[in-house]
């Protein structure tokens, strides 16, 4: 079965540039997460969708970052403009959520950004 | 506060000792979810174990077993005969109820041979 797919997995920019970043979830997965890994700040949930709609957006840094989830196949997140500041290793990640809680969430494999 | 801590950054052992992780968390939620994530060097996570607020039976997992104990808030992972192939980041995670994972700085395992 098809995992959670990511792309780019790697991208080097330009300070200043629009990044885009690509998920397409596990299929029958109805939600969506969207988390930024540094050394600094470790595993931070950015943003989170459920049945295609944002539920949380509060870890989104600033108004530079703004994520989408048109249908339930696809989600972007999108940096504009970047800054050097934004490199990291950006995870998609989906789980189906029920009645309940604890619905394990599974990762892709990352984004690695790179602004220069 | 929704919290976890793994104390420990880095470890280090020699192939086929035993190693335990240690993750302790906060949390006021009676109902939560415990996870742990393995990150190996080509860097995605992968899911290793969940267990909820209300199991604390100790699972074993071929060499990999699990201590949960609520008294002492903690979730302690333990790889028996250790490999090189376990070297990775690990990470504990906590779900607090409201399926937003908030995870430890995670612990860097090396395994040498």
């Known amino acids: 079965d098809a995992g959670v797919i990511q792309s780019p997995r790697h991208e080097v920019t330009e300070m200043g540039q629009e990044v885009t970043l690509r998920c397409k979830p596990i299929?029958?997965?109805?939600?969506l997460f969207w988390y930024r890994q540094t050394m600094m700040r470790g595993l931070e949930l950015l943003i989170y969708?459920?049945?295609?709609?944002?539920?949380?957006d509060s870890g989104m840094p600033e108004d530079r970052f703004s994520a989408k989830m048109p249908n339930a196949s696809f989600s972007t997140l999108k940096i504009q403009p970047s800054e050097p500041r934004d490199s990291a290793v950006y995870f998609c990640?989906?789980?189906?959520?029920?009645?309940?809680?604890?619905?394990?969430?599974?990762f892709g494999e990352g984004s690695w950004l790179t602004v220069v | 506060a929704q919290k976890v801590t793994q104390a420990q950054t880095e470890i280090s052992v020699v192939e086929k000792e035993d190693v335990t992780l240690d993750c302790v968390y906060e949390?006021?939620?009676?109902?939560?979810?415990l996870f742990w994530y393995k990150q190996p060097p080509s860097g995605e996570l992968v899911f290793l174990i969940r267990?909820?607020?209300?199991?604390?039976q100790n699972e074993i997992s071929g060499r990999y077993s699990w201590n949960f104990q609520k008294s002492t808030s903690s979730f302690n992972f333990t790889i028996t005969a250790s490999q090189v192939v376990d070297s990775a980041v690990y990470f504990c995670?906590?779900?607090?109820?409201?399926?937003?994972?908030?995870f430890g700085q995670g612990t860097r395992l090396t395994i040498n041979p």
């Open positions: 990640a989906s789980s189906f959520k029920g009645i309940s809680s604890g619905n394990t969430i599974y």
């Open positions: 299929s029958g997965h109805n939600s």
């Open positions: 969708f459920n049945n295609n709609v944002p539920i949380d």
């Open positions: 949390t006021r939620d009676t109902t939560y979810y």
């Open positions: 267990r909820n607020s209300f199991d604390e």
């Open positions: 995670a906590l779900e607090p109820g409201a399926q937003k994972l908030v």
